[in-house]
């Protein structure tokens, strides 16, 4: 009877292990949909209070800047008080988060135009260098660390090696801006092959020099994180195995070893396309290119204080959904993240 039953049992068990596994699987998708969806509504929340109360300190006062030089004090007055400048911090504060709601970011004074305008035509020259950045770091920086990790696996190849590590660390310690400046020299007053600065008649050639000089920097960071994790990959006793049918090195590490780069690489990815908005600023400045970064340091010049708080307002919570992106993807293609077991 003890053995009929425990026969029963273990069939109408078995059946159900799958069954299991898979509400395991979509509980953890779950919770972990959860933590990132309260993680992004936080750094949301912290970037309001944060953007409203640090942007009004700029220097300056943005009535005069309003009114215009020339303003008598009755003038700058009613300017302030049509900017709601003379009410409590708090009731503005009320104001602005109530705005923001409805989808208000505000209205721009020293242009005259609603934020959300202003921003919505710049956010695509921002995006787009964005993007074209990652992607040139991406198809340059993981072959570029691969081939080095593959050439110098264990030990070989010392001056390769010893080469790479000091040029990657000297570029990617150049400043965004100082890397701007000397590709302008080199390409735009010296060879005279790209316009020095944005252009409406050649958007694409004015979109390259910006694109290098945020990239180039994360290349290097790349692609020594690449190299690293290739040549500790290579030393794996299936590669040794996979070399052993008589595979070329580079083809080994391309066929064998990128699968396992896939969580680093996305990791660092996301990370410095996160920076590439932030470094956008100064890039943009130098080349004079209609981002966001652009506009955000003509608002600050004007002490267009609206407009800086939009523009700073969308550029994080950009940097947080690029952020929550990534933490997707390393979720799908790693379940252990899913789990919590990789922070």
Same mark, same amino acid.
């Given at each position: 009877?003890?053995?009929?039953?425990?026969?029963?049992?273990?069939?109408?068990?078995?059946?159900?292990?799958?069954?299991?596994?898979?509400?395991?699987?979509?509980?953890?998708?779950?919770?972990?949909?959860?933590?990132?969806?309260? &993680?992004?509504?936080?750094?949301?929340?912290v970037?309001?209070?944060?953007?409203?109360?640090i942007?009004?300190?700029?220097?300056?006062?943005?009535?005069?800047?309003?009114?215009?030089?020339?303003?008598t004090?009755?003038?700058?007055?009613?300017?302030?008080?049509?900017?709601?400048l003379?009410?409590?911090?708090?009731?503005?504060?009320?104001?602005?988060?109530?705005?923001?709601?409805q989808?208000?970011?505000?209205?721009s004074?020293?242009?005259?135009?609603?934020?959300?305008?202003?921003?919505?035509?710049?956010?695509?020259?921002?995006?787009?260098?964005?993007?074209?950045?990652?992607?040139?770091?991406?198809?340059v920086?993981?072959?570029?660390?691969?081939?080095?990790?593959?050439?110098?696996?264990?030990?070989?190849?010392?001056?390769?090696?010893?080469?790479?590590?000091?040029?990657?660390?000297?570029?990617?310690?150049i400043?965004?801006?100082?890397?701007?400046?000397?590709?302008?020299?080199?390409?735009?007053?010296?060879?005279?092959?790209?316009?020095?600065?944005?252009?409406?008649?050649?958007?694409?050639?004015?979109?390259?020099?910006?694109?290098?000089?945020?990239?180039?920097?994360?290349?290097?960071?790349?692609?020594?994180?690449?190299?690293?994790?290739?040549?500790?990959?290579?030393?794996?006793?299936?590669?040794?195995?996979?070399?052993?049918?008589?595979?070329?090195?580079?083809?080994?590490?391309?066929?064998?070893?990128?699968?396992?780069?896939?969580?680093?690489?996305?990791?660092?990815?996301?990370?410095?396309?996160? &920076?590439?908005? &932030?470094?956008?600023?100064?890039?943009?400045?130098?080349?004079?290119?209609?981002?966001? &970064?652009?506009?955000?340091?003509?608002?600050?010049?004007?002490?267009d204080?609206?407009?800086?708080?939009?523009?700073?307002?969308?550029?994080?919570?950009?940097?947080?959904?690029?952020?929550?992106?990534?933490?997707?993807?390393?979720?799908?293609?790693?379940?252990?993240?899913?789990?919590?077991?990789?922070?």
């Amino acid at each position: 009877m003890t053995a009929t039953t425990g026969q029963q049992t273990g069939r109408t068990t078995e059946p159900d292990r799958p069954r299991a596994r898979r509400a395991r699987g979509g509980s953890s998708w779950t919770s972990f949909a959860l933590r990132r969806l309260g &993680g992004l509504v936080g750094v949301v929340v912290v970037a309001v209070v944060v953007t409203f109360v640090i942007v009004p300190l700029i220097p300056g006062d943005p009535a005069v800047s309003a009114a215009g030089p020339d303003a008598t004090v009755d003038q700058i007055a009613r300017v302030r008080a049509e900017l709601g400048l003379d009410r409590p911090m708090l009731e503005r504060f009320l104001d602005y988060v109530g705005g923001l709601l409805q989808g208000d970011l505000g209205h721009s004074f020293s242009l005259n135009a609603p934020v959300s305008e202003v921003v919505l035509r710049r956010l695509p020259f921002t995006a787009g260098l964005a993007f074209l950045a990652l992607l040139v770091v991406l198809a340059v920086a993981v072959p570029l660390g691969m081939a080095v990790g593959a050439l110098t696996r264990g030990g070989r190849r010392r001056r390769l090696d010893s080469a790479f590590g000091y040029t990657t660390a000297f570029v990617a310690a150049i400043p965004p801006y100082v890397m701007a400046t000397l590709l302008v020299l080199l390409f735009a007053v010296t060879l005279q092959m790209l316009p020095p600065a944005y252009t409406r008649s050649q958007p694409g050639l004015s979109m390259l020099l910006p694109a290098l000089a945020l990239s180039i920097p994360s290349i290097c960071l790349i692609a020594r994180v690449v190299r690293r994790e290739t040549a500790v990959v290579l030393e794996q006793d299936y590669l040794r195995t996979a070399r052993g049918w008589r595979l070329g090195t580079l083809r080994t590490a391309a066929r064998y070893a990128l699968p396992n780069l896939l969580t680093s690489t996305l990791t660092l990815s996301g990370i410095i396309l996160v &920076g590439m908005l &932030g470094g956008a600023i100064s890039v943009e400045t130098v080349f004079g290119w209609p981002g966001l &970064g652009l506009g955000v340091v003509n608002a600050v010049a004007t002490k267009d204080y609206p407009l800086v708080q939009g523009i700073v307002l969308v550029l994080a919570v950009l940097s947080a959904l690029m952020t929550m992106l990534v933490d997707v993807l390393l979720g799908i293609v790693d379940p252990r993240v899913r789990g919590g077991q990789h922070g």
